[in-house]
């Protein structure tokens, strides 16, 4: 079946400095999700993209939607120690109704 | 704005006994799903619902029944329970019509002993 890849699994970082994540898949997504899940709660939506090679902003984090449409990348500037949590990608397979989740990338930040 | 609202929040159960974890959302919209996340992995999709009276199963669906007799609920059923389904379970849901975007509730943590 589909997965979702996402890359690096943990990364620490001191406050201040940029992050880049990715996440890639074996087949072609329509749309891309990112998330961020903070301990004991449920993810919340961060970005979505719809369109290849689009490039949307929310705040201090950039994504983008890969022109191949099987990857996308997710960029935070200037963290903070709030930023601390865990990141996922996720899309509905191409076809169809189920949203595949990749396994998330832990960012930890110290100040 | 309540959004997507799951009961309960935590839950302890014996190997056997059967509950519903409820999910209700008040945003209209058509698709609702369930996930369950596991310690080390992502979310993986338990059952999932285009609209009422339609159901179709995820990828982990065994040991799980779902209905949805409304737009707004969509309870998760375990009949009974085996330790293998200690877990936090997500509800979800999204507008579809062209909107993709999933909305989660804040979770049911399960143990089952």
């Known amino acids: 079946g589909q997965q979702l890849n996402q890359s690096p699994q943990s990364m620490f970082i001191q406050e201040g400095e940029d992050v880049s994540m990715n996440c890639t898949s074996s087949s072609i997504f329509n749309t891309w999700l990112w998330y961020k899940q903070d301990p004991g709660e449920g993810p919340v939506l961060l970005i979505a993209l719809y369109k290849a090679g689009e490039l949307t902003s929310n705040g201090r984090l950039t994504a983008q939607f890969g022109i191949t449409r099987k990857d996308s990348f997710l960029n935070i500037s200037a963290s903070i120690p709030s930023d601390v949590g865990i990141y996922f990608c996720a899309g509905p397979g191409s076809g169809t109704y189920k949203y595949i989740f990749g396994t998330g990338t832990r960012l930890k930040v110290l100040a | 704005n309540a959004g997507v609202t799951q009961t309960p929040k935590f839950q302890v159960l014996k190997t056997g006994q059967s509950m519903t974890l409820q999910c209700a959302q008040d945003?209209?919209?058509?698709?609702m799903s369930w996930y369950r996340q596991d310690p080390g992995m992502g979310l993986r999709l338990i059952h999932y619902?285009?609209?009422?009276?339609?159901?179709d199963q995820g990828e982990v669906p065994n040991g799980y029944n779902v209905s949805r007799s409304t737009t707004e609920d969509f309870p998760l059923r375990l009949l009974s329970a085996a330790p293998s389904q200690t877990s936090v379970y997500f509800c979800a849901s999204s507008p579809d019509q062209g909107n993709r975007e999933l909305f989660f509730g804040e979770g049911s943590r399960l143990t089952v002993l």
């Open positions: 619902s285009v609209g009422a009276g339609i159901t």
């Open positions: 945003m209209n919209h058509e698709y």
